[in-house]
């Protein structure tokens, strides 16, 4: 059973703090990983998207894969009462399929 | 770029009758499009994938009979729930992939359906 895996959360950070959100993937032949945004009622937003190990940055955004460790991780410098959501990463495991495995999803939850 | 749309955004309707969810993608071709429902505080589920011209593939334990996705241009399916009962009541996202931006998919902004 190919799976994703995180923390449901929730994970509570002051305002300005970094908040630090991790996923674990089963299929070692994967090849592109998403964390996605979901607001409450809301669909998912797309944030991040990242192909290859080490870090990538998009603003407050900072992305890392492992794919030795089978580890994707979202990093939020700075965070806002606006950034809580629920942050969902999504693992595409086979090549040029484009089919993505969600996890559950972990809350955040940043404090004024 | 990459917008995807869909339309109602929510509906009710009366148990038995049957209800059209549209997805379109507004910017972008989409030969690959997907259907998810989710119910409140539970985890997305693909039900079927779309593919542009021919018959969706359904995940296992989907009813391809009373849910019907037609996927008839590059940028737009729909989704037919008939014969709606009130266990169909769920929050029902469509999602497109931009083959222009590494199959990343991008999400509508879903339907809400009610049965009563």
């Known amino acids: 059973q190919k799976e994703v895996e995180q923390n449901s959360g929730p994970l509570s950070v002051p305002e300005g703090a970094i908040a630090s959100l991790n996923c674990t993937y089963s299929?070692?032949?994967?090849?592109?990983f998403f964390w996605y945004r979901q607001y409450s009622g809301k669909s998912p937003e797309l944030i991040m998207s990242?192909?290859?190990?080490g870090d990538k940055e998009d603003g407050r955004f900072t992305a890392q894969l492992n794919k030795a460790s089978q580890y994707v991780s979202l990093l939020i410098r700075d965070s806002q009462p606006s950034d809580s959501a629920t942050y969902l990463c999504?693992?595409?495991?086979?090549?040029?399929?484009?089919?993505?495995?969600f996890g559950k999803g972990t809350m955040l939850l940043v404090s004024p | 770029g990459a917008v995807v749309s869909q339309h109602p955004s929510r509906v009710i309707c009366k148990s038995g009758t049957s209800v059209k969810i549209e997805c379109r993608s507004l910017?972008?071709?989409?030969?690959?499009m997907f259907w998810y429902r989710q119910f409140p505080k539970k985890s997305l589920m693909l039900m079927a994938t779309?593919?542009?011209?021919?018959?969706?593939?359904?995940e296992q334990g989907v009813e391809k009979d009373k849910f019907l996705i037609n996927h008839a241009s590059l940028t737009l399916s729909t989704l037919t729930v008939t014969s709606a009962h009130p266990e169909d009541s769920s929050f029902y996202i469509c999602?497109?992939?931009?083959?222009?931006?590494?199959?990343?998919?991008?999400f509508g902004p879903g339907t809400r359906l009610t049965v009563t």
């Open positions: 999602s497109a992939i931009n083959r222009g931006s590494a199959y990343e998919q991008y």
């Open positions: 299929d070692r032949g994967s090849q592109s």
């Open positions: 990242i192909y290859s190990n």
């Open positions: 999504a693992v595409n495991m086979n090549s040029g399929y484009s089919t993505l495995t």
């Open positions: 910017d972008f071709q989409a030969t690959t």
């Open positions: 779309s593919n542009e011209g021919s018959k969706a593939t359904y």
